[in-house]
């Protein structure tokens, strides 16, 4: 169990953000959502890509005083500036955008000394003959759980939640994050004094300097608990969190080695060997010409850099023919990548230095070097034209930069990394339809509008691994939503265990990326792995592509509400302690909490310990099938090595889809989990072409799916909508499978209307059949719909016979027939001849299947499971010729005896992390 740090340390940076808190015996109306921020997101959309902006205020939502002006942003954001010389901007910051939006409710009144702007969340009182930003002049009152809260300038930060930093670079476990957007005491307040504006050149916006000033530029957020109303406001000022082209959401490889192409063609033929998709296949340096013992000696170059960290060129003797290499990646439904370390701009060496040195006024017949200037135009476009735009039309889709220099540029305040990421996303934006996307370090707030994010080179550690999903879920704080990290670590190689668990944990993370430095004894390709350890890891990463529908949906729901996919449980349960305090776990979307393993197994058991914290409400997990009731801390709950705790809301209907090896097309058939706990629920899934910005203009799918239980849960009805809207390539049809969790067999559905009681035929479902299964392993009734018009409705009606009344007999089920195949397997290794005392263990073991071959058998079977678990824990306790310490190690795999053996060590790290 991690706990948020309650220190960080502070220090000067681009954006400085301040918190305040008082108490006040002031009274002012309950925070509600406010009615009129629904209506604005549709308008907000329409400037989804970040370099259309509007940054002037509607003048009706600004109050001047003084020397001092206040914008009305929305009910709840204030902008707040004083000039002495009302030298206001209205220009664009790199932070902030959008300023011109819809004005809300909001009245003024003044005396001779005081303005009082009176919204309906928040009443902001200036006095404007002191005229003056200082704790008597200037106060903000706001409404947190029923007690008036008062802001003024000048009072401490006490409940911070933290963002999120540049890199984890060198991290080994935990490190100190800034301040975020969300507070505790539930307002936030950021400085934008310092940040460089923006131009108004209507082709591509520049930086420029702030003109010097004595002026203070201050955003007010006053939202009480309602974080995702902060979140919300914030993306409507600094825009939006774009959503990634689809192929990001799929697997990639990437390790630092010295590969040539024929190496990198037989790892993609391994991973589909393997039947493990692949999405993007990542190159890192050594695609490029390198100097190794240049570099191990010191040697420098023109710019004073390592020798060759720089690289443009392509190193002809690992790859001699690059464009039909990258003509071979694309035929095997793969995006490629490629490292840049630019920062020693352009060397004489370089295939392309003498245009690049000619085009910036340089001789090229003196050898002297381009040097690197991310802020001068022209070496910009000239960078992009002559030197990155030929290995573009190669086929490299987006770079991978891997900036590690220093954080200034020439224009004040102008952070390197935050720029390069605004250039190179602006760049593809411009020079195409296709979809933005880089790969880079976290620049500063307003960087959530360039991602892909690169956290760097951590420490593979324990401790490493129990702090990234708090980061990654933190930096929603501040909307960045999509790090991507080394998973397994960097530094040296991770031990099999750990790395299994880096990897079950990145098959829920925002992108699932595995990497390592440049050590024959560090691999990344999971079969490298024992295989205890790659059968442990493989089902998650073909989870991860079958969730792609879910991911993808939560994501374009991301870029409407600011709410990033992976995000603390906090936002959904603001009032319970729990919710801070378990700060690994997050919540995946809306509908799936997430609680990593992060700790080793304990060698007396094989089984990793975790206290479990649900929230409010049911929750299935999802492999075990159990049903939980939340609001409190299961402690101590165990898990065997291939066990991930995941959990779904009950009532959650999630999207999923087949193991594609393309993610380019449409989804068919689309899977519908319907989860049990409740009689109805409902979802929508969101689809676009997956790779342009066309969705920007509104071209993308919603599809609206509800179910609802009908006849005390004999029958279960589930409706799918026509497709709301259009996009180039949308499927006409579609085929879907509906597996209805956590009950019996059913033995006929109808769809539309017509009925269907053929079962399938295990191993040959052709998804044009109209047949029904049963998943003995996930105990769920599966009806497999013929092809039917997404413009038309869909009714699927889902007949149970019987046994309906006992389905809480199911709860757990598959878990526990897991774990008896795991015993059984350790069983047979020791006993290679059946006994016949053995027969309980293997009914246990073999019941997902049993039931999966004869559904009509299941409710017979199911109904002695319990039974049959409790003889085969007295047949393994029976054996006499078993030493005690395997014995017992059985039977808590079993989970039949309550077996919780902690060593001292472990209780210490317990209440150590408990105190933190």
């Known amino acids: 169990m991690a706990r948020a740090p309650r220190t960080v340390q502070m220090g000067l940076s681009l954006l400085l953000l301040a918190w305040f808190l008082v108490d006040s015996t002031m009274s002012v109306p309950l925070l509600q959502p406010h009615p009129e921020t629904e209506g604005r997101l549709g308008a907000s959309n329409k400037k989804e890509t970040p370099n259309r902006y509007d940054p002037k205020p509607d003048p009706h939502a600004v109050v001047n005083a003084g020397s001092a002006r206040f914008t009305v942003l929305t009910s709840r954001l204030l902008r707040l500036e004083h000039s002495p010389q009302k030298a206001f901007v209205d220009a664009a910051t790199v932070t902030f955008l959008h300023r ?22 928040l009443v902001l009182t200036y006095n404007f003959v002191a005229d003056v930003f200082d704790s008597v002049g200037l106060s903000v009152v706001l409404h947190l759980n029923g007690e008036a809260v008062t802001w003024v300038p000048g009072t401490s930060e006490q409940g911070n939640l933290l963002g999120t930093i540049r890199t984890l670079d060198g991290a080994n476990g935990s490190v100190p994050l800034p301040p975020g957007l969300l507070s505790r005491d539930g307002w936030a307040l950021v400085n934008d004094t310092l940040s460089p504006l923006l131009d108004d050149n209507p082709d591509w916006p520049w930086a420029v300097a702030r003109p010097p000033s004595e002026s203070h530029d201050l955003y007010f957020f006053g939202y009480g608990h309602d974080y995702r109303a902060a979140l919300r406001d914030f993306t409507l000022v600094a825009g939006p969190l774009p959503l990634p082209p689809r192929f990001a959401f799929g697997i990639w490889y990437s390790r630092y080695w010295f590969y040539d192409d024929e190496e990198l063609k037989a790892v993609v033929l391994e991973y589909e060997r393997h039947d493990l998709p692949l999405s993007v296949l990542v190159v890192d340096m050594d695609w490029h010409i390198t100097d190794y013992p240049g570099m191990k000696s010191g040697k420098k170059d023109q710019a004073g850099q390592p020798v060759t960290w720089t690289g443009y060129t392509w190193n002809r003797h690992l790859f001699p023919n690059p464009q039909e290499f990258l003509e071979w990646c694309k035929s095997h439904h793969l995006r490629n990548t490629l490292n840049l370390h630019p920062a020693s701009g352009v060397q004489p060496h370089e295939e392309q230095y003498a245009a690049m040195a000619q085009a910036m006024g340089i001789d090229p017949h003196t050898k002297k070097y381009v040097p690197f200037n991310i802020t001068d135009r022209k070496y910009v476009d000239n960078l992009f034209k002559i030197v990155l735009g030929p290995l573009e039309d190669e086929g490299i889709d987006f770079w991978w930069l891997d900036w590690q220099q220093w954080d200034t540029t020439d224009i004040p305040n102008l952070n390197p990394t935050f720029w390069l990421n605004y250039v190179f996303w602006g760049h593809m934006e411009r020079k195409s339809a296709t979809r933005p996307m880089i790969f880079h370090r976290f620049g500063g707030l307003g960087n959530h509008r360039y991602e892909i994010g690169f956290s760097g080179d951590v420490v593979p550690s324990w401790a490493s691994l129990a702090f990234q999903p708090y980061f990654t879920s933190t930096a929603a704080n501040v909307a ?8 397994g670590g960097h530094t040296q190689p991770s031990p099999p265990e750990l790395f299994t668990r880096w990897v079950q944990w990145g098959a829920f993370s925002p992108i699932f990326r595995t990497h390592t430095t440049k050590d024959p004894l560090s691999d990344r390709r999971l079969w490298a792995y024992p295989l205890e ?21 939560s994501s374009r729901q991301a870029l409407e509400t600011g709410v990033s996919l992976q995000h603390p449980l906090y936002y959904d349960y603001p009032e319970e302690e729990d919710a801070y305090t378990f700060s690994s776990q997050y919540l995946f979307g809306d509908d799936l909490l997430i609680a990593p393993v992060v700790v080793p197994l304990a060698p007396e058991t094989g089984l990793a310990y975790q206290d479990i914290y649900l929230p409010p409400g049911q929750w299935v ?3 075990g099938g159990q049903m939980w009731t939340g609001g409190k801390v299961f402690a101590n709950r165990s898990f065997t090595l291939d066990e991930v705790p995941v959990f779904a809301r009950a009532g959650a209907i999630i999207p999923m889809a087949d193991v594609a090896q393309s993610l380019d097309e449409p989804v068919d058939p689309l899977h519908l989990v319907i989860f049990p706990g409740t009689s109805q629920g409902k979802t929508r899934v969101y689809e676009d072409d997956g790779t342009t910005n066309a969705y920007t203009q509104g071209a993308y799918t919603w599809t609206h799916v509800t179910y609802e239980r009908l006849h005390d849960g004999q029958d279960v009805h589930v409706h799918i909508a026509p497709a709301e809207g259009s996009y180039t390539g949308q499927p006409t049809t ?4 509906i597996a209805v969790r956590g009950v019996y067999p059913t033995e006929s559905f109808s769809v539309n209307g017509q009925t269907f009681d053929k079962m399938c035929q295990i191993g040959s479902e052709d998804q044009a059949d109209s047949c029904w299964s049963y998943d003995g392993y ?8 013929p092809k039917q018009s997404t413009a038309d409705t869909t009714d699927v009606h889902i007949h149970f016979s019987k046994h309906t009344d006992n389905t809480d007999l199911l709860s757990g089920i598959p878990r ?9 397997t350790q069983i047979d290794a020791i006993w290679p001849t059946v006994l016949e005392e053995q027969k309980a263990l293997e009914d246990a073991a073999e019941t997902p299947s049993a039931v999966s071959f004869s559904p009509h058998d299941a409710a017979a079977r199911l109904a002695t499971f319990e039974k049959t678990v409790h003889d085969a824990a007295t047949f393994l306790s029976s054996l006499h010729d078993l ?11 079993l989970g039949v005896v309550q077996v919780r053996i902690q060593c001292e060590r472990e209780e210490k790290r317990r209440e150590e992390k408990r105190r933190e």
């Open 100 to 121: 011109h939006l819809h004005v809300p409710p909001f009245h003024v009144q003044r005396n001779d000394t005081h303005v009082v702007l009176t919204t309906d969340d």
């Open 480 to 487: 960045y939503g999509y790090w991507s990290h080394d998973l």
């Open 533 to 553: 350890n790659y059968n442990a890891m493989a089902p998650y990463v073909r989870l991860r592509a079958q969730l792609i529908p879910y991911i993808y949906t």
């Open 621 to 623: 997990e999802w492999d």
């Open 734 to 737: 579609r085929s879907y499978r």
């Open 778 to 785: 996930s105990l769920a009734a599966v009806v497999h719909v």
């Open 816 to 824: 526990v027939a897991r774990r008896a195949e795991l015993v059984k």
């Open 883 to 893: 030493d005690e310490g395997t014995k017992k190690r059985l039977l808590a795999v």
